[in-house]
């Protein structure tokens, strides 16, 4: 039996499958991420997954359990998640606890090597190799080279508005229009106390790639710029990475790239330009948007754990479950 779990900070949703891909039950509870929540929340939320999933079924040494946990990559919180874990379920099952960007990755590749970006409100390109060698680009928040995070997105949207503003143009433009009605309210001035609030700025400004998202779809010039600006930031990331990590041991083959997050699923902009800059560029990248949820990474990160691959069966079978 296989266990995941896709652990984050508003909520956690957990699966059970069977040897044949078979999902048993999911369940969906609250936040699990240890930056954002206290040890004994986590423990409760945790207690009451496993209580819809095993109902009462106690796990053997055949067992395998994953969790894809947001937050749990520095500090030693993988260590404790995994020790916390233990303590409700057991130590006869093999428990693996890790970042929820392998998840994200695996979900798409179905255990094999690639490269996953994710851009919502931040952004970060992480990487693992045939070797199972991993890497990463980015991710050191918003103030640190986050350029195809929402933040960015929605700060280059803030800025245009706010420059026409001082130019003279009182009268609000088609994008001055949609930045103000975002946030319901009827002033420029108005904007000021909502984006600084304190604590709430970064999300706040990220909600405004919504904008530039739906707007560069319908072929707006300018925000398809904000996009496509994003993108090249991507592929810079994405470049760094495949040098680092797996130029040497791809040979020639495609080396996917997930495109994850916000921004990176809906944007249609952002995917047209990376494959034509790849393309010019002459670089092995496939770009595909993720189309199934991190949970089904975590069963096939337990896989690779155990040393096994996915049967076509097995695949068939837990992804069905997906998308029926």
Same mark, same amino acid.
């Given at each position: 039996?296989?266990?995941?779990?896709?652990?984050? +900070?508003? =909520?956690? &949703?957990?699966?059970?499958?069977?040897?044949?891909? /078979?999902? @048993?039950?999911?369940? $969906?509870? !609250?936040?699990?991420?240890?930056?954002?929540?206290?040890?004994?929340?986590?423990?409760?939320?945790?207690?009451?997954?496993?209580?819809?999933?095993?109902?009462?079924?106690?796990?053997?040494?055949?067992?395998?359990?994953?969790?894809?946990?947001?937050?749990?990559?520095?500090?030693?919180?993988?260590?404790?998640?995994?020790?916390?874990?233990?303590?409700?379920? +057991?130590? =006869?099952? &093999?428990?693996?606890?890790?970042?929820?960007?392998? /998840?994200? @990755?695996?979900?798409? $590749?179905? !255990?094999?090597?690639?490269?996953?970006?994710?851009?919502?409100?931040?952004?970060?390109?992480?990487?693992?190799?045939?070797?199972?060698?991993?890497?990463?680009?980015?991710?050191?928040?918003?103030?640190?080279?986050?350029?195809?995070?929402?933040?960015?997105?929605?700060?280059?949207?803030?800025?245009?508005?706010?420059?026409?503003?001082?130019?003279?143009?009182?009268?609000?433009?088609?994008?001055?229009?949609?930045?103000?009605?975002?946030?319901?309210?009827?002033?420029?001035?108005?904007?000021?106390?909502?984006?600084?609030?304190?604590?709430?700025?970064?999300?706040?400004?990220?909600?405004?790639?919504?904008?530039?998202?739906?707007?560069?779809?319908?072929?707006?010039?300018?925000?398809?710029?904000?996009?496509?600006?994003?993108?090249?930031?991507?592929?810079?990331?994405?470049?760094?990475?495949?040098?680092?990590?797996?130029?040497?041991?791809?040979?020639?083959?495609?080396?996917?790239?997930?495109?994850?997050?916000?921004?990176?699923?809906?944007?249609?902009?952002?995917?047209?330009?990376?494959?034509?800059?790849?393309?010019?560029?002459?670089?092995?990248?496939?770009?595909?948007?993720?189309?199934?949820?991190?949970?089904?990474?975590?069963?096939?990160?337990?896989?690779?754990?155990?040393?096994?691959?996915?049967?076509?069966?097995?695949?068939?079978?837990?992804?069905?479950?997906?998308?029926?």
């Amino acid at each position: 039996m296989i266990i995941g779990i896709d652990g984050g +900070g508003t =909520k956690t &949703t957990g699966v059970m499958v069977d040897a044949q891909g /078979t999902v @048993l039950k999911m369940a $969906t509870v !609250g936040p699990t991420n240890p930056n954002s929540s206290h040890y004994e929340s986590i423990k409760m939320e945790l207690q009451n997954l496993f209580s819809e999933l095993l109902q009462g079924e106690e796990l053997s040494e055949k067992d395998l359990v994953f969790a894809g946990i947001s937050g749990a990559e520095s500090g030693g919180k993988k260590e404790w998640f995994k020790e916390l874990l233990a303590s409700l379920l +057991g130590d =006869k099952p &093999t428990i693996t606890v890790d970042n929820d960007a392998i /998840t994200a @990755l695996y979900s798409e $590749t179905k !255990g094999e090597p690639g490269i996953v970006c994710i851009s919502g409100t931040g952004s970060i390109a992480f990487g693992v190799n045939e070797k199972l060698e991993r890497g990463r680009v980015g991710g050191w928040g918003y103030l640190i080279n986050d350029g195809y995070s929402g933040f960015t997105i929605g700060k280059n949207v803030l800025e245009f508005v706010f420059e026409k503003y001082d130019a003279g143009g009182h009268e609000p433009c088609r994008l001055t229009e949609e930045v103000l009605n975002h946030f319901q309210v009827k002033e420029m001035s108005e904007l000021v106390p909502l984006v600084y609030e304190l604590g709430k700025t970064r999300d706040r400004i990220a909600s405004l790639a919504r904008v530039a998202v739906v707007r560069s779809n319908q072929g707006d010039d300018l925000c398809t710029s904000f996009i496509e600006g994003a993108a090249q930031a991507m592929l810079k990331d994405i470049h760094v990475l495949y040098e680092k990590l797996m130029k040497d041991t791809v040979g020639q083959d495609t080396v996917p790239i997930i495109l994850t997050g916000g921004i990176g699923q809906h944007a249609k902009v952002m995917k047209d330009y990376l494959h034509s800059e790849a393309q010019v560029a002459g670089l092995p990248f496939s770009f595909s948007r993720a189309a199934l949820p991190p949970i089904v990474g975590t069963v096939y990160a337990a896989l690779r754990v155990s040393g096994e691959k996915a049967s076509d069966d097995f695949i068939s079978r837990f992804e069905g479950y997906f998308h029926n």
